[in-house]
């Protein structure tokens, strides 16, 4: 675990660190090296060049008004109703058990009992706190672009993450937070045609905490990959 506290040395290691850390420090980042960060991911490849990405960083008193704008809607139950669905209707093996193994990981970890539904719900709404860290983002593409722009999106803010490392900060990207788009909406100043992909948290990570402890399992080599001779 001290490894990923430092920071990363190279892609490889990047990669290695990189962990969705649910506790993070109060440390402050600099809003500058956010910035450049997000600049820098930017070299991601996208079809055409097209570059589908927009990025609003809350900090300070933006991060607090996101938050308890999204929080107030979950503590009230207001439907959680995203704009492009992320998950299947219905799950099923393998997906099926490899979500349920890291969800009864991380709650085994932090003492959540099977049917304790009040300790499970407290756990999902740190996510609309940022897991207490000091930055934010929310992403945002245009409702009008296809999967191939989706795609693209994804290696953006892997090579956010993977910056993020590089500058010895931590990451969690957050798709619960797409189904409160109306209460981000709210705070922030959206186009109608933006369409929320995720949001993420950024900061350094409190190691301290249980639930950094998790470590997430791989599928084998050759569960994924087929070799043609």
Known sequence: MTLIKQKATSVTDAVATRRSLRAFLPDAVSTELLQDI???????????????????????????????????DFDNDVPFDEEQPYYPDKFFDPYLARRR???????????????????MKAQHRRNYEFFSAPAGAMFTI??????GSWLDYGMYLQNVMLLAREAGLHTCPQAAFCGYHKAIRSVLSLKDEEVVVCGMSIG????????????????????????YD
């Open 204 to 227: 350094y990570g409190d190691f301290e905490a249980i639930e950094n402890t998790l470590e997430t399992e791989r599928a084998s080599l050759q569960e994924f990959v087929t070799v």
């Open 142 to 147: 245009h409702r009008d672009l296809n999967i």
């Open 38 to 72: 997000f600049s820098k991911a930017a070299r991601a490849p996208s079809g055409t060049n097209m570059q589908p990405w927009n990025v609003h960083l809350l900090t300070g008193e933006s991060l607090q008004k996101v938050s308890n704008a999204v929080c107030k």
């Open 101 to 119: 193994k890291v969800g009864w990981d991380l709650y085994n970890l932090v003492g959540i009992e099977k049917g304790d539904k009040a300790g």
